[in-house]
């Protein structure tokens, strides 16, 4: 199964974002359309496993928090990134990639 673009560029953006951050966790990015992304102390990776929390959005509010045009506190007040699971933890990755 090929991995899409989107998920690549995610993967490599995130792996540059948590380099030195002390998230401890797990998460996941699930990109809609597109695939999943796993984040942990180790890095982010494709992949799709259980998480402390999943972050759910579609490809363009995914690559606007990535590239820090889209605040991800404000595209999950204004619906457009949804938090299943740990919230203390969607908001240590919010300020790991703030």
């Known amino acids: ?3 899409s673009d989107i998920v690549n560029e995610a993967v ?3 792996n540059e974002k948590l380099a030195g951050s002390d998230f401890g966790g ?3 990015f699930d990109i809609a359309g597109e695939g999943t992304v796993m984040m942990d102390s180790s890095g982010a990776r494709a992949a799709d496993e259980a998480a402390d929390v999943t972050l759910s959005a579609d490809a363009d509010t995914f690559r606007s928090i990535l590239e820090g045009e ?3 506190t404000s595209a999950f ?3 457009k990134l949804s938090v299943d699971g ?3 933890m969607a908001m240590q990755l ?3 990639l703030a």
Request: hydrophobic share 50%; charged share 15%.
């Open 70 to 72: 889209t605040n991800p």
């Open 26 to 28: 797990t998460a996941k």
């Open 77 to 79: 007040m204004t619906g």
């Open 94 to 96: 919010a300020s790991a």
């Open 1 to 3: 199964m090929k991995m």
């Open 12 to 14: 490599a953006a995130l």
């Open 86 to 88: 740990d919230m203390g």
